[in-house]
């Protein structure tokens, strides 16, 4: 089944403890991102990848590194967390065209919500 | 001035009846156009893709409308499974860039 899976779904933490969110997908998309979404802001985008070892900064960076060493796998890490980053996160993918930009609408992952406390 | 703008609702209609949502855009540079649905705590999901022509999915009808920089969804013989929160998303090719609206509640009642 073609799909994006996020780990952890929920996670409670302390400010400062380091975190990683994996998310990996099975689609072979070059495109994948991450996003934030609280309440009256909607999704906002976080980080995004166009291809292995290219990622960039999205609306909201400050707080949050990624990588991207493998096509499937874009984790989302968190160095020292504090509480305005307690939201639901979402990676998602897409497959692209040859610039490497988002082509079709994309797939997302069912979610994590994170509460730093 | 956010990108995307939609009205929150809730909209409450009851089964059976027609409802649209429209959904205002600033950038006059976007070039593609989608809905996705979203239920509660949950993912959002590719509703439709919204063409320049108009398009049509079963009960559910998307338009565009460039020169006043809005696109609209239709939903027609509404269902109870239809509540959820309706997203409207627009894209910047040249700038890599996925805009989300904040959404668009439906309740749809017996």
Redesign the interface.
Same mark, same amino acid.
């Given at each position: 089944e073609a799909q994006v899976t996020q780990n952890p779904r929920y996670l409670i933490t302390v400010t400062g403890k380091k975190l990683t969110v994996t998310c990996s997908q099975n689609m072979n998309h070059e495109y994948m991102?991450w $996003?934030r979404q609280d309440p =009256?802001?909607? /999704?906002?985008?976080i980080y $995004?990848s166009?291809n292995v070892e290219v990622t960039?900064k999205g609306d909201v960076p400050e707080g949050y590194k990624v990588s991207r060493k493998e096509k499937r796998n874009f984790p989302l890490i968190l160095e020292s967390p504090s509480p305005n980053q307690t939201s /639901?996160y979402?990676c998602a993918s897409s497959q692209s %065209?040859r610039q490497?930009?988002?082509l $079709? =609408? $994309? %797939?997302? =992952?069912? =979610?994590t919500?994170l509460t730093v406390v | 001035r956010k990108e995307v703008e939609q009205d929150p609702g809730p909209f409450n209609v009851p089964e059976g009846a027609t409802v649209a949502f429209n959904c205002t855009y600033s950038n006059s540079a976007s070039q593609s156009f #989608?809905w996705?649905r979203q239920d509660c705590?949950?993912?959002? @999901? !590719?509703l439709m *893709?919204v063409y320049s022509s108009g398009n049509e999915d079963g009960r559910f009808t998307a338009q565009l409308n460039r020169a006043s920089q809005y696109i609209s969804l239709l939903i027609r013989d509404s269902k109870l499974s239809d509540s959820a929160t309706y !997203?409207c998303?627009v894209?910047l090719?040249n700038f890599? @860039? #996925?805009y #989300?609206? *904040?959404?668009t509640k439906l309740n749809v009642k017996p």
């Open positions: 991102s $996003y =009256g802001l909607g /999704l906002r985008q $995004y166009m960039d /639901l979402f %065209t490497g930009l988002p $079709y =609408g $994309y %797939t997302f =992952g069912s =979610g919500r | #989608f996705y705590r949950k993912e959002p @999901k !590719l *893709s !997203l998303v894209t090719y890599n @860039k #996925f #989300f609206g *904040s959404g």
